[in-house]
């Protein structure tokens, strides 16, 4: 992108400016893992997050407007509508893991929601929860409680954004469920338009901003195996690496076994063959 105004960079995904009114979001096939980005890529995920994302932004229209104006034909990269971004991630869960399960053995307590006692590691919640969260510029997003994010907010603005990641994450919860994918949780991020009007933005409801469980090893009692991420974690797991910078290189075994389960989870989840969406990425926002 040589000529192109670089506005922002994730771990792995990178924002320039098209316009004033315009940005382009490129998903590279970069991978993270234990907060490292790794030096080998995984082929097409870039392609396959930028896919199901867009295809979440179809499928979910009717419940929120997005920020998305088109997918590019290179299929990893999406122009959106510039937005002036809240500042705080929208984090809903309906199983109990990471931070939440940390939350809960010390105050059994998540965000001001109080939890009934007994919770296992991983469990179902009794109804899907918003546990919001600051926008950490360096190290890790923290959670907040509701004051704290209506003080960011507003007190109004916050409970719209709550009400629609609820809905967002119960739609895509259950939709993914039936196709053998728990979507343990996940993060929004919305924006507001020109007109004060709130946007869902960012990425949404991809492996990178959720948790994806295989729904037919569910065990709840101890941590879940991610959809798309475990052959890494359990090569890295068995290196001697200490989870900093710099991470390992992967075999060609893992990395072709991680890139056949992003593609599974897009092709479970979208119904559409990848081979497909490589010709022509217009076919997830059909
Ligand atoms: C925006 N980010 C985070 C995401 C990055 C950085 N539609 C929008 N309008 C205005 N700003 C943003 C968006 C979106 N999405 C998002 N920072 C600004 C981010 C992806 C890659 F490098």
Redesign the pocket.
């Given at each position: 992108m040589p000529d192109m105004a670089h506005?922002?960079?994730?771990k792995v995904?990178?924002?320039y400016a098209l316009d004033d009114e315009r940005?382009l979001?490129?998903a590279t096939d970069r991978i993270s893992t234990f907060d490292v980005v790794l030096p080998t890529e995984i082929p097409d995920k870039g392609r396959v997050l930028t896919g199901l994302s867009a295809f979440w932004f179809t499928r979910t229209r009717g419940l929120c407007p997005n920020?998305l104006l088109a997918v590019r034909p290179d299929g990893r990269s999406t122009e959106?509508?510039?937005?002036?971004?809240l500042p705080i991630e929208c984090v809903v869960r309906g199983y109990l893991s990471g931070s939440a399960w940390k939350d809960y053995r010390a105050t059994r307590e998540i965000c001001g929601h109080r939890l009934p006692e007994g919770l296992r590691e991983s469990e179902r919640l009794p109804e899907p929860i918003f546990t919001p969260a600051t926008k950490a510029t360096s190290g890790h997003d923290e959670n907040i409680t509701r004051a704290q994010a209506g003080a960011l907010v507003g007190a109004a603005r916050l409970a719209e954004v709550e009400r629609l990641a609820l809905a967002l994450y119960r739609f895509a919860a259950s939709y993914a469920l039936v196709r053998g994918i728990i979507v343990a949780d996940t993060k929004f991020?919305f924006?507001l338009d020109g007109d004060g009007r709130l946007?869902l933005?960012?990425?949404a409801l991809t492996p990178d901003s959720s948790r994806f469980w295989p729904a037919d090893a569910y065990t709840p009692g101890g941590p879940q195996p991610s959809f798309d991420k475990q052959f890494v974690r359990d090569f890295c797991e068995q290196t001697s690496w200490n989870k900093t910078y710099p991470g390992p290189e992967l075999s060609p075994t893992v990395v072709a076994g991680t890139r056949a389960r992003y593609v599974e989870a897009f092709e479970r989840l979208t119904g559409i063959a990848f081979e497909a969406y490589l010709a022509d990425p217009r076919v997830v926002v059909a």
């Open positions: 506005v922002g960079s994730g995904r990178e924002l940005l979001l490129v920020h959106c509508r510039r937005l002036q971004m991020e924006g946007v933005a960012d990425e």
